[in-house]
């Protein structure tokens, strides 16, 4: 059936190969939703162009970034209903999804940025904007040894936002908001209440990220750890200042306060 599907579709997902190489020789900043963006300025990261791949828009700062693109894979995201919110207390098993709501409104906003969305999400979602993604990359001009060939990139939208910098050609990225490749890594999210849960993953995509060294250089910005995988760079070092944390309620911005609840 999945085979189906992509046969069916491929029209549809072919218009990813309009970015092939498009970046080629460049560098990126690859946006996670991180604790550690809590600690950042955002205006630090003007330089290079950037691709968030979670909910960054929310983010008080987020206009002063260099965004042409964006990404959320996530399954079948933009329906108006969802099977679970962990946002609720006590947790509940069918909600409205509010934050899709918002998201939407993002993207009929923000007509300058194409964004890379699940195809999952094509029956409810039709905007000029968006590309589709599914599974993998419908270019037979890949070789075998291409890093979508090798592994399954759509496995979370950590390999994905890495397979997408290598297919528009950018030989650099630094994640930010990654903080699963830090050590030790940090778990929870900026737009989250607190400082995070220390969560030990000393190999956390340690075979994928090995390989995808072969196509692109990759260094993961830190508070004030390290990182066991990659090359890293400490944000004092990167940024010439000092880390400092801001609350979630001092960096989301007013009007989303209550999606995240």
Not at 11 to 40: A, Q
Not at 47 to 58: A, T, V, W
Not at 96 to 125: A, G
Not at 150 to 176: H, P, T, W
Request: proline content about 4%.
């Amino acid at each position: 059936m999945k085979n189906l599907i992509k046969l069916a579709s491929n029209p549809i997902l072919s218009r990813v190969k309009r970015f092939k190489n498009i970046h080629k020789g460049e560098g990126c900043y690859l946006f996670g939703d991180g604790i550690s963006i809590k600690y950042f300025d955002l205006n630090k990261f003007t330089d290079k162009i950037s691709i968030p791949c979670g909910y960054l828009f929310f983010h008080n700062d987020f206009n002063v970034l260099n965004t042409p693109y964006a990404m959320l894979i996530e399954t079948y995201f933009f329906y108006s209903l969802t099977r679970n919110n962990r946002y609720a207390d006590p947790p509940k098993k069918i909600t409205l999804n509010k934050i899709q709501k918002e998201y939407r409104k993002v993207i009929k906003q923000r007509s300058d940025i194409d964004f890379f969305v699940n195809l999952s999400n094509y029956p409810v979602l039709l905007d000029k904007n968006i590309t589709y993604l599914y599974r993998d990359l419908p270019d037979n001009s890949l070789g075998a040894d291409f890093i979508s060939n090798k592994f399954n990139c759509f496995q979370g939208s950590f390999r994905a936002q890495i397979l997408l910098a290598i297919y528009m050609g950018f030989d650099e990225a630094y994640l930010v908001g990654h903080d699963y490749t830090h050590s030790p890594a940090i778990s929870h999210h900026w737009y989250e209440k607190g400082h995070g849960v220390i969560t030990p993953m000393e190999d956390f995509n340690k075979d994928f990220l090995n390989y995808a060294k072969n196509f692109i250089n990759i260094t993961t910005i830190t508070v004030e750890s390290e990182s066991s995988n990659l090359d890293y760079i400490k944000y004092n070092d990167f940024a010439g200042t000092q880390p400092l944390y801001k609350e979630s309620s001092e960096i989301v911005e007013s009007r989303y306060s209550d999606i995240f609840i």
